[in-house]
């Protein structure tokens, strides 16, 4: 296996929703990604941020931004994330008629192009898609909320991907979304994972940067091959 430098992105889930721009600068140095998770209430029941915010955190910070969108009809939605200057935009396999279609438009639109698969999906049949995608999201919950626990079962999904990436030179980031914290992201690393997720043990730390470090250190260390 070989696993590059894993990616720590802090979900701004769990961060308080009336000061975000101080909580994106709270862990600015320390993360590689900002997760923003964007839901709809209707592919999820719960209902979070969408463009307006996100255009204007973009004007706030200069990370780039790991948007997660939980919606129907991401074809109608989704360019529209790469265009406001999301690094990643990821929708839900669930969600897509024609997932590598809709990747195009992402790359297109300058974004990179990403695939979730929610808790209840397998991971068989979207293999073979993985050539046309930048990164790969494996919820370790159910998508919709923050502060689930993990669900280390999802971890084979994260093999047989890992497998499947390196088998075709994939450069493509395994990347795992629930429940990770400082007792699970080990695990998780050595499944295979390589960028990581994190709300509730980021945002609900002291110290958000610290959390974050300790995260990364964590997740290097247990990495395949480390
Ligand atoms: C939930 C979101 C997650 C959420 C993770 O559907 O996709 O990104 O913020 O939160 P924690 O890390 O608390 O499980
Ligand atoms: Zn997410």
């Given at each position: 296996m070989t696993v590059p430098p894993p990616i720590v992105a802090?979900?701004?889930?769990?961060?308080?929703?009336a000061r975000l721009a101080e909580e994106v600068r709270a862990v600015e140095d320390a993360a590689d990604w900002l997760?923003?998770?964007?839901?709809?209430?209707?592919?999820?029941?719960?209902?979070?941020?969408?463009l307006p915010v996100v255009q204007s955190l973009r004007a706030a910070t200069a990370m780039p931004f790991d948007v997660h969108l939980m919606i129907t009809d991401p074809r109608r939605w989704a360019p529209g994330y790469a265009d406001a200057g999301a690094y990643n935009v990821t929708?839900?396999?669930?969600?897509?008629?024609?997932?590598?279609?809709?990747?195009?438009?992402?790359?297109?639109?300058?974004?990179?192009?990403?695939?979730?698969?929610?808790?209840?999906?397998?991971?068989?049949?979207?293999?073979?898609?993985?050539?046309?995608?930048?990164?790969?999201?494996?919820?370790?919950?159910k998508a919709g909320f923050g502060g689930q626990r993990f669900i280390p079962q999802m971890l084979d999904k994260v093999r047989a991907a890992r497998r499947n990436v390196d088998a075709g030179h994939l450069e493509l980031r395994i990347e795992v979304d629930g429940g990770i914290a400082?007792?699970?992201?080990?695990?998780?690393?050595?499944?295979?994972?390589?960028?990581?997720?994190?709300?509730?043990?980021?945002?609900?730390?002291?110290?958000?940067?610290?959390?974050?470090?300790r995260l990364r250190a964590l997740a290097e260390r247990a990495a395949p091959g480390a």
């Open positions: 802090p979900s701004i889930l769990a961060a308080d929703f997760h923003v998770d964007v839901m709809d209430n209707h592919f999820v029941p719960n209902l979070t941020i969408g929708f839900h396999a669930e969600a897509a008629d024609d997932p590598v279609a809709l990747a195009k438009d992402l790359r297109s639109a300058g974004a990179k192009a990403g695939l979730a698969i929610d808790r209840d999906t397998p991971i068989e049949p979207y293999l073979e898609l993985l050539p046309s995608f930048d990164t790969l999201l494996i919820m370790t919950i400082a007792d699970t992201i080990e695990q998780a690393a050595a499944a295979g994972a390589d960028a990581f997720v994190a709300g509730t043990a980021v945002y609900g730390a002291a110290d958000p940067a610290e959390a974050v470090r």
